[in-house]
């Protein structure tokens, strides 16, 4: 080996000692704010309109409206409908009570008894003064279309009864004779309806 040659090295595993060895500086390091995109977070001097609960943009605006028109405009419609519909139900159901009313009420006859229920009609000679009598009013027809009767006696009109006679239902009124003053007697009676309140 040649002495000139002590200073050579191996280029693959040797460093020439002039050599620097140069380490690459750290990279700098800068602190940059996080960006916020302008859509989200608008900065100061921006300004951005969010729509709100009942409020449109103009270029739907024309079309809500048409909308709520028509919303309304249906509306209307369904309860007119609904209310009709009530109201022939309600016809419908109630009761026709002039359909059923007897066309033939009326007071038929005016029969007396005795307090035993005997009738004494054709025999009111054997009526003795203070003896107390039974005026039965007879209507004609169901005596179920009755729902009252009353007297008139002398032309003086006596209270409404609603007694009815055991056999029959018709309906009767108690009276006693005067012991004096009186000589004869003019008896009237009416039956009232039952389903109308008139008087026959």
């Known amino acids: 080996m040649n002495p000139a040659d002590t200073n050579q090295t191996d280029s693959n595993n040797t460093t020439p000692a002039d050599s620097t060895i140069l380490t690459p500086p750290p990279p700098a390091v800068t602190s940059v704010p996080p960006i916020i ?57 109630s009761p026709q009570t002039g359909a059923t009313t007897p066309t033939n009420l009326s007071c038929s006859a005016i029969n007396v008894y005795n307090q035993n229920w005997q009738n004494i009609t054709t025999n009111l000679s054997s009526i003795e003064p203070g003896q107390t009598i039974r005026l039965v009013a007879q209507g004609s027809g169901d005596q179920a279309n009755y729902s009252a009767a009353k007297f008139k006696i002398n032309g ?45």
Not at 174 to 192: H, N, W
């Open 37 to 93: 995109p302008s859509s989200t977070t608008p900065s100061a001097g921006d300004s951005t309109t969010i729509p709100t609960v009942g409020q449109t943009t103009s270029g739907n605006s024309s079309s809500n409206k048409k909308a709520i028109v028509a919303t309304v405009v249906g509306l209307v419609v369904v309860l007119v409908g609904l209310g009709v519909g009530v109201l022939l139900s309600q016809q419908n159901q």
């Open 156 to 200: 003086v009109e006596q209270p409404e009864t609603l007694l009815r006679r055991p056999e029959g239902g018709e309906f009767y009124f108690e009276y006693t004779v005067p012991e004096s003053g009186v000589l004869s007697f003019s008896i009237s009676a009416q039956v009232k309806g039952a389903s109308n309140g008139l008087w026959y």
